[in-house]
């Protein structure tokens, strides 16, 4: 394995099932390197801080509770935080869903040319809006309604398609597309032959 860190960035749209993936992926991931892992899921990030008693903290919970979007300093802010106090340029990254937005997949690729990570690797769990809105709609949550995956969906293809354009052709990273409409055991073998693993 390489002696020098490596970063996986995760995309995917809702329902894709990239949380298992990545959670499979993290466990071979620290079977071949013994490396620590940072992990970055922005959600998790926004709760934390929702829970803290800051008014970005109130305004953060605000926004979390109608399900609206946070702006992409607060989340570029939240994952160069955590990079800045904990990354000593000896582990793994591994970023979960984000970046999303275009600007914040230009500032990523520049955070990690600054790190000096050599040719990260950008994995796009790729399905169709027909089969994530089945999946979707099948996990029966009561924030899965039609009209809520539909905006979704909808959201996804106009904000996150640029950010997947934008690594798709950029020299920095190897950018892997795998076929999502699969099983979960599956999508993991295509992912782990495209690594090279």
């Excluded at 800051?54 to 946070?70: I, N, P, Q």
């Excluded at 591994?94 to 520049?110: M, S, W, Y």
Aim: hydrophobic share 40%.
């Amino acid at each position: 394995m390489n002696s020098e860190p490596q970063a996986f960035i995760f995309i995917g749209k809702s329902g894709c099932g990239k949380g298992t993936q990545v959670e499979l992926f993290k466990s071979e991931l620290e079977k071949k390197d013994s490396k620590k892992i940072i992990y970055f899921e922005s959600g998790s990030f926004l709760r934390e801080l929702a829970k803290s008693s800051s008014y970005t903290a109130e305004r953060t919970k605000e926004v979390l509770d109608v399900g609206g979007l946070m702006p992409e300093a607060i989340i570029v802010g939240l994952w160069m935080d955590h990079l800045m106090n904990n990354f000593t340029g000896k582990e793994n990254l591994v970023f979960d869903g984000a970046p999303r937005k275009l600007a914040e997949a230009v500032l990523l690729d520049g955070t990690l040319e600054f790190y000096k990570i050599p040719k990260y690797k950008v994995i796009y769990i790729n399905v169709g809006n027909d089969w994530a809105k089945a999946r979707l709609l099948g996990r029966a949550r009561k924030d899965d309604t039609e009209d809520a995956i539909k905006s979704r969906l909808a959201w996804f293809d106009k904000e996150v398609m640029p950010s997947i354009e934008f690594f798709k052709n950029n020299k920095n990273c190897t950018f892997i597309d795998i076929n999502g409409e699969q099983t979960i055991e599956e999508v993991h073998k295509e992912l782990m032959k495209k690594i090279g693993w």
